[in-house]
């Protein structure tokens, strides 16, 4: 069983910064990818950014040069760092793991952008 734990969503006024983390436990084998991703009112879940085992990322273009996604592998932790906000990042995020041809979500948590 593997289960996501996430923390540090809240509320920020535009152009602050939030930090995300995400921690997985269970049955995690060593080569994964893990990410982030968010879903506002009314709209589809979207990717917003993911990293590989090599370190290898792939970000969302309306959140490029703002977030970074890091990971800890010993700690099978992964971080999102979100400078810049603005009001069109609120949204619900969920960590996501791919592990082993399996799909895993955290219970999300609330980033609000607003002043």
């Known amino acids: 069983q593997v289960q996501l734990v996430e923390s540090g969503g809240g509320l920020v006024q535009p152009g602050g910064s939030l930090r995300l983390s995400c921690a997985a436990s269970?049955?995690?084998?060593?080569?994964?990818?893990m990410g982030w991703y968010r879903q506002a009112p009314g709209k589809q879940r979207e990717l917003v950014a993911r990293?590989?085992?090599?370190?290898?990322?792939n970000y969302a273009d309306s959140v490029k040069g703002r977030f970074t996604i890091s990971r800890d592998n010993p700690k099978n932790t992964v971080y999102l760092q979100m400078n810049s906000l603005k009001p069109e990042d609120t949204a619900v995020y969920y960590c996501?793991?791919?592990?082993?041809?399996?799909?895993?979500w955290g219970q999300g948590t609330q980033v609000t952008v607003s002043s």
């Open positions: 269970g049955s995690i084998f060593s080569i994964n990818i």
């Open positions: 990293i590989f085992n090599g370190d290898t990322t």
């Open positions: 996501n793991l791919q592990n082993l041809g399996r799909t895993y």
